[in-house]
């Protein structure tokens, strides 16, 4: 650890107690029960017959087998302890027929799971003036196939998946001054923020840092993105950290955000906040990444930046998550 990281100051807080805050750390003494934060449940389903062309005498069209695409969401009850979720990575799949028969699945390995974090949306209640948040439901997909050439089944009687999630059992949030520094502040081991430039203005404000990352022990993300409505191809956070793809990383940046000076968030979580994050640079040094990014905020309070605040996930691990749902109609044409 630097100097540097040692002299500066930064204030570590519990999540639980911040009212700007979300996130939620799990019991270290509890196994994490997906069944008391997860919940599936099925979304589209889209169903081709495929024709063949014989090349006989007489050709004719031959039917074959008949494929199905299931979609479905999984909505998160209790975020405590769940760092992401690798959605697009669906394993151990079973298809049940209204018979109980299996299906055919078709391959669904991933060579490296992608742990989508979680992502918030909200909406402003007029009747009390309260914003109103939601966790974004993580999307799953796979394809099954009918062998036999015929009808498609009433329902499935069973379906039956597993996927990985990321979890922490410590969730932290470290609140650096909203100040110019030439110290940086050490966030965590291997991860050092300078803030190099901050202005404040009545309704806007902006800050200008380089942050020094050891990509074998951190996973930060490329930029911060505002609250999304929608799971996309870039989702911002675990979708675009840098982190070795070795092992897990020691410890994970979940959030940025910037706090008044009661703790209240006016970046992520204000009524009216509007925020653009964007890097200018990025590079290696030493075995080091860095990267420069710069953030610009506005909205009614702006003016009153006080803190920086990383929340962060201390030694992530991963576990397995079995999912099934019983009786699922099919539709028909």
């Known amino acids: 650890m630097s100097s540097a990281m040692r002299n500066a ?81 669906v394993m151990e799949v079973l298809v049940l027929d209204e018979a109980g028969e299996p299906l055919m699945t078709g391959p669904l390995s991933q060579p490296t799971p992608l742990y989508e974090p979680v992502v918030y949306t909200s909406t402003f209640w007029v009747p009390t003036g309260e914003m109103i948040y939601r966790i974004v439901p993580f999307e799953f997909s796979f394809d099954t196939v009918i062998p036999t050439p015929g009808e498609f089944p009433s329902h499935l009687s069973r379906i039956e998946w597993s996927m990985n999630a990321l979890l922490s059992d410590t969730v932290e949030a470290i609140d650096l001054p909203f100040a110019p520094s030439e110290e940086g502040i050490g966030v965590a081991p291997g991860l050092e923020v300078f803030v190099e430039q901050t202005s404040i203005e009545e309704d806007c404000y902006q800050y200008h840092s380089t942050v020094l990352i050891d990509p074998t022990r951190i996973a930060y993300p490329h930029t911060h993105k505002p ?46 906040a509007r925020t653009v994050g964007f890097v200018i640079g990025t590079g290696s040094e030493e075995g080091l990444t860095i990267i420069a990014q710069t953030l610009t905020g506005t909205g009614r309070g702006a003016g009153a930046a006080a803190f920086i605040r990383y929340v962060v996930a201390r030694n992530p691990y991963r576990q397995k998550v079995d999912f099934a749902l019983e009786d699922v109609p099919v539709p028909g044409f």
């Open 227 to 272: 609250l999304s409505e929608s799971r996309g191809d870039d989702i911002g956070l675990l979708r675009g950290y840098l982190w070795s793809k070795t092992g897990l990383p020691e410890t994970v940046v979940v959030e940025i955000d910037v706090l008044d000076a009661d703790g209240v968030s006016i970046q992520n979580y204000a009524q009216d």
């Open 9 to 89: 100051s930064a204030v570590v807080v519990c999540v639980c107690a911040i009212p700007a805050m979300l996130w939620a750390q799990g019991d270290a003494n509890t196994p994490w029960d997906p069944n008391a934060h997860l919940v599936a449940y099925p979304k589209s389903m889209g169903m081709t017959t495929t024709f063949e062309y014989t090349a006989e005498a007489e050709p004719v069209w031959q039917r074959g087998p008949n494929k199905m695409q299931f979609s479905g969401q999984i909505a998160v009850t209790d975020p405590a302890g769940l760092i992401g979720l690798a959605a697009d990575t």
